[in-house]
């Protein structure tokens, strides 16, 4: 890559910009869902991912206004309908591939959990599953894939595959916390990591978080 080229991409000061301004929307989320009380799960789920894809935005725009002001730099380009289809594929094999990563967690740990919220909004009724789906499989995936992939991935792109989609994937599932959604999260984050390093556009990654997603809350709505 050349000097002009790396110019042209998100770098450190984008990363760390975009990082915490998330870190700090989340963790103010995270208070709020504290002290809001167990029989408002359903509120905390829905408003939890609304917030989130919230929290995406303001820290690409955080990234947005240091330097580059350019947002294909972030990954807004246009993308050929196959890596869609190519997308929303992936996005349904991580949907079963999370309950193998489950099952096998699940064998030696036990833990809270920490899906409830999500389960109470999505078995609530159909305005209530409605919301939940518009915020937890819009709102949240774009949210995250532009941080995640349009700011963080673009940035460690420069130094190489492994760095790009193994490093913005480890912190995409460090921030999900120390709990088996952080190893869902490393799978979806190799996922879209790779997907965005091969096709240079958001859409694609954001076509698998938006299905795996999706699909994760209709199923909670069976249970």
């Not at 096998?104 to 919301?131: M, V």
């Not at 963080?152 to 130094?159: D, E, G, T």
């Amino acid at each position: 890559m050349s000097n002009n080229e790396a110019r042209r991409q998100p770098g450190w000061p984008e990363a760390a910009a975009a990082l915490m301004t998330y870190l700090v929307l989340i963790a103010a989320l995270g208070l709020w869902m504290v002290q809001t009380p167990s029989e408002q799960a359903a509120l905390r789920g829905i408003v939890g991912m609304g917030v989130n894809g919230i929290a995406g935005v303001a820290a690409l725009l955080a990234a947005f206004a240091l330097r580059l002001r350019d947002f294909h730099a972030f990954g807004f380009r246009m993308t050929k309908p196959k890596w869609l289809a190519a997308g929303a594929a992936l996005g349904i094999f991580a949907f079963g591939l999370s309950f193998l990563i489950e099952a096998a967690y699940f064998r030696f740990i036990t833990e809270p959990n920490t899906q409830a919220d999500f389960q109470a909004a999505a078995s609530g009724g159909t305005l209530s599953l409605l919301a939940l789906l518009l915020a937890g499989a819009v709102f949240t995936p774009f949210g995250e894939e532009v941080v995640f992939r349009g700011v963080i991935a673009s940035a460690l792109n420069r130094y190489g595959p492994w760095a790009g989609v193994v490093g913005s994937a480890s912190i995409f599932a460090v921030v999900h916390g120390p709990s088996v959604i952080l190893l869902d999260a490393f799978m979806v984050g190799i996922l879209t990591g790779l997907l965005f390093r091969k096709t240079g556009s958001l859409w694609p990654p954001f076509a698998i978080h938006a299905v795996y997603n999706a699909l994760h809350l209709l199923y909670y709505a069976t249970l």
